[in-house]
């Protein structure tokens, strides 16, 4: 009969690592002579109807949940998804000026759009397809949500700032992109002259501040 405290050793042993342990590894902590097998024998057929089982894989034991509970062992976490700047500016654009194609954005931005800046923003439930342009090539259209509306408290979106609040944030002095955003505002006046006045991290955090997207921030390197 294997000595009590041998059996106590090797399963505080398997419990206490972060991996799966060898037989060697095992019986260098017994005393010579004590049989290693009868001791894993017995800890196998004690927890055999337990929430945890001891098992052998590629020749290694380690304690295991056991598998019928693993169903009722699942943990959802929400998990934080940071936009980067590219992706803030494709979103301000869709909602104001929708329904837009890609080379619509691209054009307002003045840069090319990566596929995966408009893969983010359909994830996260804010865009969706709109149907498509019946012109040459019949490019999608992408619209706004109402997750979109929901996400950034705004009941219509007739509720997103208008020209003068732009104005006041700043939005409308500082990038040519988003001078066009006057369009869905009602200014269909002239161009407005853009100035260099504000450096882009401020003119971003105050768009940020605008559209309240608090958990979200522009990723550091992150590419177009």
């Given at each position: 009969m294997a000595d009590f405290q041998h059996v106590r050793l090797i399963e505080a042993l398997l419990f206490a690592s972060s991996e799966a342990l060898d037989e060697r590894s095992l019986s260098a902590r017994l005393p010579d002579g004590t049989d290693l097998a009868e001791i894993l024998g017995l800890l196998s057929e004690t927890y055999a109807e337990r929430g945890a089982q001891l098992v052998q894989r590629d020749g290694r034991w380690a304690f295991r949940t056991a598998p019928d509970l693993a169903p009722s062992l699942v943990i959802e976490a929400q998990v934080e998804r940071k936009l980067s700047r590219a992706a803030i500016e494709t979103l301000a654009i869709i909602a104001y000026h929708q329904p837009v194609t890609r080379a619509e954005i691209e054009e307002v931005r003045g840069v090319a759009l990566s596929k995966?800046?408009?893969?983010?923003?359909?994830?996260?439930?804010?865009?969706?397809?709109?149907?498509?342009?019946?012109?040459?090539?019949?490019?999608?259209?992408?619209?706004?949500?109402?997750?979109?509306?929901?996400?950034?408290?705004?009941?219509?979106?007739?509720?997103?700032?208008?020209?003068?609040?732009?104005?006041?944030?700043?939005?409308?002095?500082?990038?040519?992109?988003?001078?066009?955003?006057?369009?869905?505002?009602?200014?269909?006046?002239?161009?407005?002259?853009?100035?260099?006045?504000?450096?882009?991290?401020?003119?971003?955090?105050?768009?940020?501040?605008?559209?309240?997207?608090?958990?979200?921030?522009?990723?550091?390197?992150?590419?177009?």
């Open positions: 995966g800046t408009l893969d983010v923003l359909f994830e996260a439930g804010w865009i969706r397809p709109r149907g498509r342009r019946q012109t040459p090539g019949r490019p999608m259209l992408w619209a706004t949500t109402p997750g979109f509306l929901d996400h950034f408290g705004l009941v219509a979106l007739d509720d997103l700032p208008g020209v003068e609040e732009l104005k006041a944030a700043g939005l409308l002095d500082a990038r040519p992109a988003l001078a066009s955003y006057a369009n869905r505002a009602g200014d269909q006046g002239d161009p407005i002259d853009i100035g260099e006045d504000l450096d882009e991290d401020e003119l971003e955090r105050r768009a940020l501040e605008l559209l309240q997207p608090e958990q979200y921030e522009e990723e550091e390197g992150g590419n177009e």
